[in-house]
């Protein structure tokens, strides 16, 4: 399979690889950049667990070509903590007990920190309709709207 340069920031940092054309993206972080924080569950659009935001915007890892991310910035859970800190709503998820097997919960922390970037203080019904495209296996969406919003809250505080 051919092979095309890319050059993108993970996280901040720079990259540049060469990519099979055609790859997604979720198998270039994870099997390339060992970045596996985005999971694969249905790699056809159906679960959420792939989610990673490029350039601001909440997108499917394993429906996003790498190749098509030149030049973008690219952001997943695993860039989240800083200096070891938790994320707040790493810090919400875990207080609220809101990742059970967890295999859902990069994907959920990335919808949900999409719409904190853009809607600061949502409304629960904000949360749901942020995380719908999320499927958790393990079908405990309370705790994960309920974190969701306790890390908005903590946004406003730390922001006041
Ligand atoms: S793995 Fe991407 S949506 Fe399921
Ligand atoms: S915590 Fe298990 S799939 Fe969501």
């Known amino acids: 399979m051919a092979k095309v340069p890319v050059q993108?920031?993970?996280?901040?940092?720079?990259?540049?690889?060469?990519?099979?054309?055609?790859?997604?993206l979720l198998k270039v972080l994870r099997h390339k950049l060992g970045d596996t924080s985005p999971k694969g569950g249905?790699?056809?659009?159906?679960?959420?667990?792939?989610s990673v935001i490029i350039d601001g915007e909440l997108k499917?890892?394993?429906?996003t070509l790498a190749e098509t991310c030149e030049g973008a910035a690219v952001e997943t859970t695993a860039g989240l903590a800083a200096?070891?800190?938790?994320?707040?709503l790493q810090r919400a998820f875990v207080d609220e007990f809101a990742a059970q097997c967890g295999f859902?919960?990069?994907?959920m922390i990335m919808a949900a920190k999409a719409l904190l970037d853009q809607t600061p203080n949502p409304t629960r019904e904000d949360v749901v309709e942020a995380i719908s495209g999320n499927i958790c296996r393990c079908t405990g969406?309370?705790?994960?709207?309920?974190?969701?919003?306790?890390?908005a809250?903590?946004?406003?505080?730390?922001a006041a």
């Open 8 to 24: 993108f920031t993970l996280n901040g940092e720079e990259k540049a690889e060469f990519v099979e054309s055609g790859a997604t």
């Open 42 to 50: 249905c790699h056809q659009g159906a679960c959420g667990a792939c």
């Open 60 to 63: 499917l890892s394993c429906l």
């Open 83 to 88: 200096d070891g800190v938790m994320h707040p």
């Open 104 to 107: 859902c919960t990069p994907g």
């Open 141 to 151: 969406y309370e705790p994960i709207i309920r974190a969701v919003l306790t890390a």
């Open 153 to 158: 809250r903590a946004n406003s505080q730390n």
